[in-house]
């Protein structure tokens, strides 16, 4: 059984930084790819950031470019996202995903097989 377990979040003030984790166990991680998604209320869940485990390639939505970033320790089976310069905009519950497979973006929540329960992001202004 998998399971994904963030931590992190908190409440922070406009162009303040956090960092999530995201703590995997229950099988090797090696050749999975692992995604970031945030829902803000009343709104979908929409994709963030993702990794590849084993090629360390990544991908993230235009929104984040350049304040955020995805990395993964292969040996603590932890990816991380270190969002910098937040904005209020930032506000959400952070999920961490995986699915195990070959590198593509997978930007649909959809795609993913395992989700943590969440984590919470507040950017005051």
């Known amino acids: 059984q998998v399971q994904l377990v963030e931590s992190g979040g908190g409440l922070v003030q406009a162009g303040g930084s956090l960092r999530l984790s995201c703590a995997a166990s229950?099988?090797?991680?090696?050749?999975?790819?692992m995604g970031w998604f945030r829902q803000a209320p009343g709104k979908e869940r929409v994709f963030v950031s993702s990794?590849?485990?084993?090629?360390?390639?990544?991908y993230y939505t235009d929104s984040v470019k350049g304040r955020f970033t995805i990395s993964s320790d292969n040996a603590k089976n932890t990816v991380y996202l270190q969002m910098n310069r937040l904005k209020p905009e930032d506000t959400a519950v952070y999920y961490c995903a995986g699915k195990e497979g070959t590198w593509y973006v997978r930007r649909n929540p959809h795609e993913y097989d395992y989700w943590g329960q969440g984590t919470q992001v507040t950017v005051s202004s």
């Open positions: 990794i590849s485990l084993n090629s360390g390639r990544t």
């Open positions: 229950g099988r090797t991680f090696s050749s999975y790819v």
